[in-house]
Every structure is written in structure tokens, then in C-alpha cells.
């Protein structure tokens, strides 16, 4: 039984470019949340997709943006990107069933310069 | 918004010692979750805590949540070197799972 999957596992990007991120979640769950982890810091939030919908969003600015796919897996796009995105992206899969939490990629280590 | 403050944020431990990390959330929460992730891993899930009150235990570890449900804690008995990573409480409100900015342990052979 796969886990969540994400690519690519590292990136670096100039400022200002764009980004596109990708998730496939565990088999059996429909729910994609995405997160932002600084080093040394608690993942934050910044959006989940449920049935191809942003079902909920954090404080992040609009040069974030998502998308989900009839199959489930997600896709976090980053816009104009600065240097403080730099950052571990986590996509994390769940089931509105499960009492087992989420189930956490081994995320996407995005560098800015 | 939403806040979920954890304490203390190190933890430093002689191996065999208990230690316990706090989690304190501004609003009351649906459930609250506990991940812990190893050094250069990404988190991975402990345990859920839905009911005011509720108690579980796994193997060392004993995780509690408040009366209230603003509030949670996990108790580490007889710490072991593979109990090295941090610690993070995570609260549930609505849609939104908030994690706290996480207790590193370190421990002392």
C-alpha cells in the first residue's frame, strides 16, 4: 500500500519564478492538505482540497494556488516566488473516516535564491 | 485565528528519565492529534484525542486531553535514545489542522 508521494524531492528556483509541486496521496484517502515547515519550525498550513475544492485556506497570499484531480492527487503552485518561500513543502493525505490522522510525504525541499 | 502553543520547546533528557511536553490551543478544538518527526523526516501520526478527558496510552507514552479540549499533554516514561526527534500537538477546528511549533527531544546516553 503506497504512501504519499511527492515530487520532485528538491528544487531550486530563482526569484520570481513560478513552481508547481505534486502530491499523490495514500491509496484510500480523498483528502490532499498542503503545508509550508521552515527550518526548526511547526508546519504551517496553507490550503486542503476535498472533491477537486479548496475546502480551506490559511494565511498564505494568492501566488499560492492548488489544484486536485479527479484521481486525488493535488498539485501546489507558488507564484513570483521570494526568498522567504524557501521552505519544506508536505502534502498530507487523510480520509473523513480515518481516526488515524494524516499520512505526511517526505515533502519537497524548495530553495530560493 | 487559530493558535496552538507548545512547551517546552527543547527538551533535554538523561536516557531513563520521564519528561512530559505541554500543548495549549486558543480555541476549543474537535480533536487534537500528536505527530512526532525524526531528525530529516516529515512527521508522522501518534494518535488521535476527540473525547474532554480522554487518556491513551502507547506502550511509554501517555497522551492526555484537558477537560476543556483547549489543551493536551504527552508523558514519556523511561526515555529511550530512540525517542530523539520533535514532538508536535496539532488542533482540529473545522477543516484547519494546526500544529504547534513542536518540542525537540534530545537525549543523554
Known amino acids: 500500500d503506497a504512501g504519499v508521494t511527492q515530487s520532485p524531492t528538491h528544487l531550486i528556483k530563482t526569484r520570481g519564478q513560478q513552481v508547481t509541486l505534486r502530491c499523490s496521496p495514500k491509496s484510500g484517502h480523498d483528502t490532499v492538505s498542503w503545508y509550508q515547515q521552515a527550518l526548526g519550525q511547526g508546519p504551517q498550513f496553507i490550503f486542503q482540497?476535498?472533491?477537486?475544492?479548496?475546502?480551506q485556506r490559511g494565511n498564505f497570499p494568492d501566488r499560492f494556488s492548488g489544484h486536485q484531480f479527479p484521481n486525488y492527487s493535488s498539485e501546489l503552485n507558488v507564484n513570483a516566488l521570494l526568498l522567504g518561500d524557501s521552505a519544506l513543502y508536505l502534502c498530507?493525505?487523510?480520509?473523513?473516516?480515518?481516526?488515524?490522522?494524516?499520512?505526511f510525504g517526505s515533502g519537497t525541499r524548495l530553495t530560493v535564491v | 485565528g487559530q493558535q496552538v502553543m507548545q512547551i517546552p520547546q527543547y527538551q533535554h533528557v538523561q536516557e531513563g528519565e520521564d519528561f512530559t511536553t505541554y500543548c495549549n490551543s486558543s480555541t476549543t478544538l474537535s480533536n487534537i492529534q500528536w505527530y512526532k518527526q525524526r531528525p530529516g523526516g516529515h512527521p508522522v501520526f501518534l494518535i488521535q484525542?476527540?473525547?474532554?478527558?480522554e487518556v491513551k496510552k502507547q506502550k511509554r507514552l501517555t497522551f492526555q486531553f484537558g477537560e476543556a479540549k483547549k489543551n493536551s499533554s504527552l508523558h514519556i516514561t523511561a526515555t529511550q535514545t530512540t525517542d530523539v526527534g520533535t514532538y508536535f500537538c496539532a488542533g482540529r477546528s473545522n477543516y484547519k489542522l494546526s500544529f504547534g511549533a513542536g518540542t525537540t527531544v534530545t537525549v543523554r546516553a
Open positions: 498530507a493525505s487523510s480520509s473523513r473516516e480515518s481516526s488515524h490522522g494524516y499520512t
Open positions: 484525542l476527540v473525547k474532554s478527558g
Open positions: 482540497y476535498y472533491e477537486e475544492e479548496e475546502r
